[in-house]
């Protein structure tokens, strides 16, 4: 190790712009939309592909690439003392249906361009490096998301989460096997699940407009707000959309409608802080003349105070207690995750890389949950962000600077090289 050749500055310098172009512009094929956009829901073809492909990369990185039972694909740098824990990095590769090119594939593609720019520096790590792409870190066809992650970290069972379907009725458990089925063909080893990890360093397109409204082209991530998903079913009566008057109807949309409002009004604060949204609506029978028997409907509810979270659960739980135009309700709580806040220690080593290289990087909390909010239950976590365009995501015209995307890396390259060292 030449400390010179190895210092944040000549890592930096490491880091290859156009490669890392190329690589956004690769990966943005696998599964590409035709409004620009990717489609790669959790371990679809797409999503195996984008996998695969990430696994070609190991070997001019001379890394071994190697994948566990949740599917989690793994690319390990071996270090000076092979005792240690690795330093690990990533995000995932899965995206939302019409999702944009840079949430989570940024973080992996970031990830591997750090590695490489501490191999082509002749840094020497002394623990084991490790870059990581988690399975179904979006929770689009299988609900809830982070499920790689979390059963990573035990916090949900591998059991129960093969067990989940989606809209299909396809199980994840169907669905991994046919993707692990993929990876031994490709003769990719497998590992056991939680591993130990000594850090792990999560970059993202923060997906909010804080940073690009401050001008800032990397910020340092203080922590997660938490998250908790419901689904709602109003249960009427079908019947005749001609012959029956309103006042015998129990019109399910009619009652969908009235408690999705009273549930919105509930949420509303007037500092703005809580994130209220319904993103599925599903009307059954679903016939133009027959009134609707059956509506279900999603809720994304988020806070960055897990005691308002709760208070707000308790008062949708009131809410739908009552019938609405006549019609029963049920609210059933499908998934909650609690806020983290990231460690002062590992952070303050991210700010020293950051001096050392000139940038400064303005602290912020994650409005959007990422795969880090359970490995900051497993090891000392840390995120980076950086910006993207008019903070828009789970868009197709999701963009992020190249200027930032590198920057955001080579940070993330000196943060690495001082954990590992
Ligand atoms: O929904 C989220 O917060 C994440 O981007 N999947
Ligand atoms: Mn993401
Ligand atoms: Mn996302
Ligand atoms: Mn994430």
Known sequence: NDPAACDSPAIAAAVNPQRLAND????????????????????????????????????????????????????????????LAPVVTGSHL?????????????????????????????????????????????GARFSPGTSGSAVFCHVRSLEETRLIQDSEGVTMGHALDTCLAEMDAANVPRRSLATPMYAFIELHIEQGPILEREGASVGVVEGIQGVSWFEVTVTGTANHAGTTPRAHRRDAFEGACAVATALREAARDSEDRVRFTIGKFDVSPGSVNTIPD???????????????????????????QHTW????????????IEPVAFPDALTAQIDAAAGEL??????????????????ANHCPTAMLFVPCHHGLSHHPDEHTELDDAVVGTQLLAASLARLSR
């Open 325 to 336: 135009a006549g019609c029963r309700v049920t609210l059933a709580a499908l998934s909650r």
């Open 358 to 375: 000139g940038i400064t990087a303005p602290r912020l909390v994650s409005g959007a949950f990422h795969d880090a909010i359970h490995l």
């Open 94 to 138: 899965d995206s939302q249906p019409a999702g944009g090119k840079y949430d989570g594939a940024l973080g992996v593609l970031a990830g591997l361009e750090a590695l490489r720019a501490l191999k082509a520096a002749g840094f020497t790590p002394r623990h084991p490096l490790s870059l990581v792409s988690w399975t179904n870190e979006e």
């Open 294 to 320: 059956r509506v279900t409907f999603s809720i994304d509810l988020r806070h960055p105070e897990a005691a308002t979270l709760k208070a707000l659960e308790a008062t949708f739980n009131d809410i739908t």
């Open 24 to 83: 956004l512009a690769t990966l943005a094929m696998i599964g590409a939309r035709e409004d620009g956009g990717v489609a790669r829901l959790a371990l679809d073809d797409n999503d195996t592909r984008a996998r695969l492909w990430l696994v070609e990369q190991a070997s001019e990185l001379g890394a071994q690439a190697s994948v566990d039972a949740m599917g989690n694909v793994f690319l390990d740098l071996p270090g000076s003392d092979p005792e």
